[in-house]
Each structure stands twice: as structure tokens, then as C-alpha cells.
């Protein structure tokens, strides 16, 4: 995929690598330096992986502190800051350019505080999303969002794309878990908002920083919200003949006043290939299956299951299972959470992440099938189908260029009907690279202006994380001020 | 003369605040005006008046989502939800009635402009948390949207969820999308008489540690008790400790006795049923306990949040300074305290010592003169000070929108 402009990098800037280089040494130390071809080429790209840019040097540093310095002497040296948690962006969020310092903030991993009474743990963002839940499961806690990438993506990540997973329908995504931060803005002041109490206080300034993509400044520590984690959980599995029957399933279930902790969506393309990699006992003969997930002792489990097996019935189910015990819903959940690298083991693929009104599902997925059929590619759907957001992937060959150029055709498409029937380009993804162009079909030019100016207040030079979000044309309209010194954008 | 504009929709709203700003003039940003009391007093030319801009838009029970115009009620909303069995989880509270305003009418852009969430925010989240999507004018009169009618939706910035809480400082909302959820079948409530204000918030975090899915925390000093309609509860002059359960009937019963248990060492408690239960929450929603009845000596009241574990010690810490009753919410991290009136409602006193235990006060009932001098919202540091008025400067830059009612200048 390879038809996202990138701007041209800043000669000047380029040319001064090595005196650049040798000033991060100076300020972080040589150990959290990386400035050899070969260090620098493992940051060159996320998981939106054909786009790669040789960073200018990669800086891991290990204090707060350290970050602050880097960030200012960039700033006084006009040179862009590109922060990286894990680098599994599927939107190229975390892309590096050739003319920027990538700060990763992966050795800043340590648990700093658990306040089990008061269900809040401190920690420093370059914890694995899953290293918080386990530094509290001994006690029967968990930090409630859980993406597919759990095991490696950071919670910085998480912050900076507001990240969501399978049972966010009941606990919420990112910005509903977390309560504080502290942050590093591009000049090298260190501002801490919110903290161990239920409102932060003035106006809501986590909820800017949160989903800004890293744009507004490097967060290094939070304070998250932990939950108490229920007494047991276990999935049920209902196969259907159509998408369409599972869709109507779930708003009745929706309509019905339960709200299960997951609802999850897949079609049979997706369950073929998860299975085979999982095993976890998906049926193999339906065009639809929901992983529906409820809590609560044994009893109110079984009663909470047979409830929805009632009302699931008008739609027919093909099969229904209930997980047979701990063992087979780690299954079914790992089948689910590694859909993505399943199916990477047997077409490469592009992850498109809209949401839409959950009543247009049975119109939307026809579309996409059409949409990509006529592209000549296969689809394959896996999402969350309890809030709407849904994951196309659309298979290609990353061999054959114009394979891979229709495949992100089609997905522009899919993401322009997201819009059209209510939704939107992104539910938990971001933006990036990836759709940033797409944005002026979700906003007009004041609702894009209105977000720029923000941009501004914290980064007035647009130094942080630039050329990703918004639209590259986008500063040419108006007011903001001049703030990108890249030359023409050329292809990438 | 203060001029009052009452758009009928957004396209007048937006004349009205170019008209504003073209000609200089700031105005006041209100709804019902039942939280007019609060913040610092404002005086200013004009006020805009948002109860023009009527009605729900759009309601889909199924997708758990409604929209509707920033003026509509929060009545006519609940009672739209009722009719679907659903309803705003959050428990919006009602701050008329303890600030002397008038209770029942405030507005669905006031709720989210002021992020008001009740009781059930501590397993539900706040106003912040529910809110999708926004239609909004600036104070240079454009236009904008931010989120959408989507349960999820990370596409730009949040900009939605950042105008909650900000008093209508920074932009005038003229629509609100939002999530809505099923009501509960069944809620009943545990209540203990008598726990000291530490035990007493020991006991909540102990609940909310528990596997339950406790939907409301609360801790009221024995002054604080006989304000309570339900007779049986202000009958003793004592602590009441009241905890949530609401589920479908038989998980309320079924947790409600495994609760029990678990607490068993704070001794037995009594249970409200269902209709009690309604009653006591509501109660609580409208801030009865914490508001005076006529007659009584007027007393000042403050918001703070603190970490439950130092709760009980920020108003221990206070007590020893002026005369105190306090209401503590989400299992004592949010404290309603009422104090003695005083020329600065004890502010100094009350900032200093959060300043060492960790948290922040909101001044919300006091007299003009009282709100005019002591900062009512929580100081800022230099740094959080620059963003707040960095980003007035981006919504509002001529600051027609309620200039200087949560900070001079902003
Ligand atoms: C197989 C797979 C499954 C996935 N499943 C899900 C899913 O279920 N749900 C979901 O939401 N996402 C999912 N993702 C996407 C991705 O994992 C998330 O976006 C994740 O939050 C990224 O975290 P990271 O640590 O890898 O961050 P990176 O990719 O390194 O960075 C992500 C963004 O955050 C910014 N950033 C990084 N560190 C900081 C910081 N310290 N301060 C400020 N900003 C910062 C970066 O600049 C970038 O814009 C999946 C990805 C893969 C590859």
C-alpha cells in the first residue's frame, strides 16, 4: 500500500544527523541511543508495515526527565519527535520519518503504585497493556481494556490511539479507564493532569490527550482505573446461515436489557482460518458466528446464557455451544484475539477498523462483500459487533502492486460507506497515515479547524508525530499557523 | 439592560454569537439556569438562552443511542427512556435545588457541559463517559461536530468529551449524542447505621473490591441523616452507610446475600427494598442531605475529590478547622461537604490540607460575595494554567462565552 503521501524530510535536518545524534548521547547516554543503520531499521515502520521510514535516531530513554531534555533540545533545534510505545499501529500512528528523533518509551515499564481500595494503580506507559492486568490478577483485578495486542502493545499506545478491545462493550475503552497522566510537551515542560480520584479537575484535559495520536505530548506515566473482576465469565458460541441473521440477533439481545461483556462478530472466511488456528471449537458449517460473553457466578451464567439462547431463537441459530470450562474459553478467546495474525499466515491483509449504527449491519456487510468482489478481492470480517465497529480484512498479495493498491481502494471505499450510513473511519485504530486523508470525508473544513487549533495550543510548531491525523493540505486554509516545513509531499 | 437571545436553532445561535462577538459583547451561557449559583458571579451584557433549541432527535433503543437538542430536559429524556425501559446511566444529579436554584429542569447541554453524574458513576462512569457525540458553536461562531452517534469512535480528537465540564466556556453545545443503557430489573440497597466516617469508607472500598457490581457507595455523617425523607433511616441520629446492588432480581438477591457475608464484620445491615431503595438514590441525586431546609443556618458547600484512602482523613483534617458534615460518594474518593459559612467558606483551610493529602475542592454553594473572592474551581499549576488558556484562546478568542465564570480571564 503505498499511495499515502509522505512529506519530503528536511534536508537540512538530515545533514546534521550526526552532530544531532551525538547531542541525544550526550543528554540520554549512549546506552539509550540507537543511531547504527541496522538499531534504526527495527523502528522503521508499525504494523501498517509497507510504509517504512529510516528514523533520524531512536532514543529509549529511562526517566521522565531524560525525555523532558530530549524535548526541548529538539525543539530548540526545530527537529520533529516521533513517541512510540510497541510500534503495532495499524494506522501508521507510530510511523517514523527520516527526518525525526523516535523517543520510544518501551524501558519505561515499572508499576510505580497499586491503591487496591481505592482501585487505581500508577504505572509508567511503556508497560504492556497486559502487564497491568497481571501485576493486579493476583488480587482478583484487571485494567478493563484488552486490544488483540495485548501482549505487546504499550499503554502508551493505548493513550496516545485510545484503544479499545473485545470487552469494551461493558467496561468502555481507554479514555473511560484512565484518570491521570503526566505528559511531556514538545518544549520540555512536564505537566501532570488528574490523578487518583474520580474527576480530574478544570477543564478536561485527559480527554484531549487521550486519542491525540502523540501529537500533543509524550505521556509517561497514568494513573488507570482497575476493576474488580467478576466472579467468572464464559463465552457461548452461535452459529448462523447469515450475517444478516446474526446482526438482527444481536440488537435483540441489545433490545432485550442484557448487555453481555462481549459480542463479537465473525463471518465464515474469518472462522475457517481461526480455527485452524486456534481449535478452540468455532462450527465450520455457518456463514456467521457471535462469541457472546456474560459474567457472574455459575448460576447466573447458565441463567444469563439460557436468556439469550431464547431470544436468539427467532433468528434460528445453526448450532449453539456454551464453553465447556476454563480451558476451551481461553480458547475461543485466543482464536478471537489472534484472527489477525491467523489469517496473516495465509493472505496478506489490510484491517480496516469503521464503526457504523449496529441497525445498518446487514446492508453494510453485503456492501463490503460487493465492494471488494468487485475489486477481485476476498473479505474476510471479524469485529466487535455489540458497539458496531467493524474489521474488515481484505485480502491481497503484497507481491503484485496493483493487487495492493485496489486492496486500499476497497478500503477507502468500505471506510466512505462507514461514514455515509452514520459511522465513521475509525473506532479504535486511529487515524495515522492511514486515514488521514479520508478525514474531510467525516468532517468539514471547521470541525477539522477546531481540532487543528488544539494541536497548536500544545504544539504551536507541529513538531510532534507530524504528517499523520490530519489532512496534508489541511493547514492551507485559513488561520492556523504555518506549521509544517516539509516541502512538496511526494509518493511514497 | 442585559440582553437575553433565545435561538430556536442553530443557525440563529450561531448569528447570535457572531453577533456578539463582532460587537464585543460576553455573554452568559445558560440552560434552565438552575445551576446559575454556581461559579464565580458573573456580570455580564448578555445572556444566550439554549431552552429554544428543543426535542429528541434521534432514538434507537437497540443501539443504545439517543441525540437531542442541547435545550431539551433532562425530564423529557428520562422519561422518553422509561418508556424503553433504558436509561442515562450515569445518574445525572440535580444541583438546583442545594444552590437555591430551581429543581427538575435543567437541560441536557447543561448535564454534559457540566459533566454532572450521580451515584452510579462508580460503576457506570460520568457524563464524560456517555457522551458520543456533539453539534457546538464557538465563540467565533462556527460551527463544529466531534464524535458521532457510534458507540466507538476514535476518528480526530475527542473534542466532544473535552467540552464537558467546561461550563460553557469554551463553545455553546446545540446537540448531544449519547449512550444510553437498559434500566435494571431490580435494585436494592444495604445500609448500615453508625460505622465512623474511616470504617464507614473502609467498608465501601471492601464492597467495591468485592465481585458484585456495587452501582452506588455512599457515607453520611450523623448531621446529615435527619434531612433524609426516609423515615426510617432519619429516625437515629447516626452514620448511614448505604450500598447498590441493581441487577436482574435474581442476581440482586443472590449478591446482596453474598455481600452480606463478605461484610459481615461491619455488622448487619438493614435492606431497602426496591421502592425504598428508588427513593434513597434520589435523595441523593437531588443532594438532599447536603442542602439546608428553611430556616437552618446557612452553610456553605464544597465538592472534593480525594483518594478514598484519604477520605476520611481530609475530613478529619478539615474538622479540626470549622464545623463539618459530609456526604461521601463513589466510596469516599468524592466528598460533599457542607462547612459552616465563612468569609472564604474555609477555602484556605480546606485547599491547604488536600494540597498535602492529593485531590481538589470545588466551591458549590455560597453567597455572591463569597464566590466573587475565593477561587471556586481548584487553582491550576502554571503549566495546566497555560494549556486552559491557550485553549479559550482556540474556541473563544474574544471570550464572549461565559468569560471568567470557572476562571478570571478564562
Ligand atoms: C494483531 C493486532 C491486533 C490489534 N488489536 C487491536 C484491538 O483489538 N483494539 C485496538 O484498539 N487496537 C488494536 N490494534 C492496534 C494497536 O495495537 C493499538 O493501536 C495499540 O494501542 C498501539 O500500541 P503500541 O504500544 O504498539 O503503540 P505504537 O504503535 O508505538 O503507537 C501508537 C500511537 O501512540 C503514540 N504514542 C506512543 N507512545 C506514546 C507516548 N508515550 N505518549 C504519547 N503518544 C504515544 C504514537 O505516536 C502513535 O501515534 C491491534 C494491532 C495489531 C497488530
Not at chain 1, 450475517?243 to 435483540?252: N, Q, T, Y
Not at chain 1, 487543528?452 to 513538531?463: A, N
Not at chain 2, 444541583?95 to 454534559?112: E, K, Y
Request: with cysteine.
Amino acid at each position: 500500500m503505498t499511495h499515502i503521501r509522505l512529506p519530503e524530510p528536511d534536508r537540512a535536518i538530515v545533514a546534521r544527523r550526526d552532530q544531532i545524534t551525538a547531542d541525544l548521547i550526550a543528554i540520554a547516554g549512549r546506552d539509550a541511543v540507537i543511531s547504527d543503520e541496522d538499531g534504526r531499521r527495527a523502528f522503521e515502520t508499525d504494523a501498517l508495515t509497507s510504509y517504512r521510514r529510516m528514523p533520524l535516531a531512536v532514543v529509549l530513554p529511562e526517566t521522565t526527565e531524560t525525555i523532558a531534555n530530549i524535548l526541548r533540545y529538539c525543539h530548540t533545534q526545530g527537529v520533529k519527535v516521533i513517541a512510540r510505545g510497541a510500534g503495532t499501529s495499524l494506522a501508521g500512528g507510530a510511523l517514523p520519518a527520516e527526518d525525526a528523533v523516535v523517543v520510544g518509551i518501551s524501558k519505561m515499564n515499572r508499576v510505580l503504585d497499586i491503591d487496591l481500595p481505592g482501585r487505581t494503580m500508577r504505572v509508567q506507559t511503556g508497560i504492556t497493556n497486559v502487564s497491568i492486568t497481571a501485576a493486579v490478577a493476583p488480587d482478583g483485578f484487571f485494567y478493563a481494556p484488552d486490544p488483540s495486542s495485548q501482549l505487546a502493545c504499550t499503554l502508551a499506545g493505548n493513550l496516545g490511539m485510545n484503544s479499545g478491545g473485545a470487552h469494551c462493550l461493558k467496561y468502555g475503552v481507554t479514555t473511560n479507564n484512565v484518570l491521570g497522566v503526566r505528559m511531556v510537551l514538545m518544549t520540555g515542560e512536564i505537566v501532570d493532569i488528574g490523578g487518583p480520584y474520580v474527576d480530574a479537575a478544570g477543564l478536561d484535559l485527559l480527554s484531549l490527550v487521550i486519542g491525540s495520536e502523540g501529537q500533543m505530548g509524550i505521556i509517561t506515566e497514568a494513573t488507570v482505573r482497575i476493576i474488580r473482576a467478576a466472579e467468572g465469565a464464559r463465552p457461548m458460541l452461535l452459529g448462523f446461515d447469515s450475517s444478516e441473521a446474526a446482526g438482527r440477533c444481536v440488537s435483540a439481545i441489545i433490545a432485550s436489557g442484557i448487555i453481555p461483556v462481549a459480542i463479537e462478530f465473525m463471518d465464515r472466511p474469518a472462522i475457517e482460518v481461526c480455527e485452524a488456528y486456534a481449535k478452540a471449537g468455532y462450527p465450520l458449517d455457518c456463514e456467521a458466528l457471535l462469541i457472546i460473553e456474560v459474567e457472574g457466578s455459575e448460576t447466573e451464567i447458565t441463567e444469563r446464557l439460557e436468556q439469550m439462547l431464547e431470544l436468539a431463537k427467532p433468528f434460528r441459530p445453526s448450532s449453539h455451544a456454551i464453553s465447556s470450562g476454563p480451558d476451551q474459553s481461553a480458547k475461543i478467546w485466543k482464536g478471537r484475539k489472534s484472527a489477525f495474525g491467523a489469517l496473516g499466515r495465509i493472505a496478506d491483509y489490510y484491517c480496516m477498523d469503521g464503526t457504523i449504527p449496529l441497525g445498518r449491519l446487514p446492508e453494510v456487510l453485503t456492501a463490503i462483500s460487493q465492494i471488494c468482489t468487485s475489486y477481485g478481492l476476498r473479505v474476510a470480517n471479524i469485529f466487535h459487533a455489540g458497539d458496531g465497529n467493524l474489521h474488515p480484512l481484505i485480502m491481497f498479495d503484497a507481491n503484485d502492486p496493483a493487487s495492493e493498491q485496489r486492496a486500499e481502494q476497497a478500503g477507502s471505499d468500505i471506510l466512505a460507506l462507514c461514514v455515509e450510513v452514520g459511522g465513521c473511519l475509525t473506532g479504535e485504530h486511529g487515524v495515522g497515515i492511514e486515514k488521514r486523508d479520508l478525514m474531510a470525508k467525516q468532517f468539514n473544513a471547521d470541525d477539522l479547524r477546531v481540532q487543528m487549533r488544539l494541536k497548536s495550543v500544545f504544539d504551536p510548531g507541529w513538531l510532534l508525530n507530524p504528517a499523520k491525523v490530519f489532512p496534508l493540505d489541511a493547514d492551507q486554509r485559513g488561520d492556523l499557523p504555518a506549521m509544517r516545513s516539509s516541502t512538496l509531499p511526494a509518493a511514497a | 439592560m442585559v440582553e437575553t437571545l433565545r435561538p430556536t436553532n442553530e443557525a440563529e445561535l450561531q448569528s447570535a454569537l457572531i453577533g456578539l462577538s463582532q460587537s464585543g459583547l460576553a455573554a452568559e451561557i445558560r440552560g434552565a439556569g438552575s445551576k446559575a449559583a454556581i461559579g464565580r458571579p458573573l456580570q455580564l451584557p448578555a445572556v444566550i438562552e439554549t431552552t429554544g433549541l428543543s426535542g429528541i432527535t434521534l432514538y434507537e433503543p437497540t443501539e443504545l443511542v439517543m441525540s437531542a437538542r442541547a435545550g431539551t430536559s433532562l425530564g423529557e429524556v428520562e422519561s422518553t427512556l422509561a418508556e424503553r425501559g433504558q436509561m442515562l446511566a450515569f445518574e445525572p444529579m440535580d444541583l438546583g435545588p442545594a444552590t437555591g436554584g430551581r429543581g427538575g429542569v435543567q437541560t441536557m447541554g447543561a448535564v454534559f457541559a457540566t459533566n454532572v453524574s450521580g451515584a452510579r458513576r462508580i460503576a457506570a462512569g460520568a457524563a464524560r463517559d456517555h457522551l458520543l457525540g456533539v453539534r457546538a458553536v464557538n465563540g467565533r461562531g462556527e460551527i463544529f461536530k466531534s464524535g458521532g452517534r457510534v458507540l466507538k469512535n476514535v476518528t480526530g480528537y475527542d473534542v466532544a468529551r473535552a467540552l464537558t465540564g467546561s461550563w460553557g466556556t469554551l463553545a455553546v453545545l446545540s446537540e448531544v449524542t449519547f449512550k444510553v443503557l437498559p434500566k435494571p430489573q431490580e435494585t436494592q440497597t444495604l445500609v448500615y447505621v453508625g460505622l465512623s466516617d474511616d470504617v464507614g469508607v473502609e467498608m465501601l472500598c471492601a464492597a467495591m473490591g468485592s465481585p458484585f457490581e456495587i452501582s452506588g457507595t455512599v457515607h453520611l455523617t450523623a448531621g446529615l441523616t435527619s434531612r433524609l425523607e426516609l423515615g426510617r433511616l432519619s429516625r437515629e441520629a447516626a452514620t448511614v452507610t448505604a450500598i447498590r446492588i441493581e441487577n436482574f432480581t435474581s442476581s440482586v438477591a443472590y449478591r446482596i446475600g453474598r455481600l452480606k457475608d463478605a461484610l459481615k464484620i461491619y455488622g448487619t445491615p438493614e435492606l431497602l427494598e426496591q421502592d425504598a431503595s428508588l427513593l434513597f438514590w434520589s435523595e441523593l441525586r437531588r443532594l438532599s442531605p447536603v442542602t439546608p431546609a428553611p430556616g437552618d443556618a446557612p452553610t456553605h458547600l464544597w465538592r472534593i475529590s480525594t483518594a478514598p484512602r484519604q477520605a476520611a482523613k481530609v475530613v478529619d483534617a478539615i474538622r479540626r478547622n470549622m464545623q463539618v458534615e459530609a456526604c461521601y460518594d463513589a466510596s469516599g474518593g468524592l466528598i460533599w461537604l457542607e462547612v459552616t459559612a465563612s468569609a472564604d467558606a474555609g477555602g484556605a483551610d480546606i485547599r491547604r490540607i488536600l494540597s498535602t493529602h492529593g485531590g481538589h475542592a470545588t466551591l458549590i454553594r455560597a453567597e455572591p460575595a463569597v464566590r466573587g473572592s475565593v477561587e471556586v474551581f481548584q487553582p491550576m499549576s502554571a503549566s495546566v494554567e497555560r494549556l486552559t488558556r491557550g485553549i479559550k484562546a482556540a474556541f473563544d478568542p474574544s471570550a464572549v462565552l461565559n468569560p471568567g465564570r470557572m476562571y478570571a480571564g478564562i
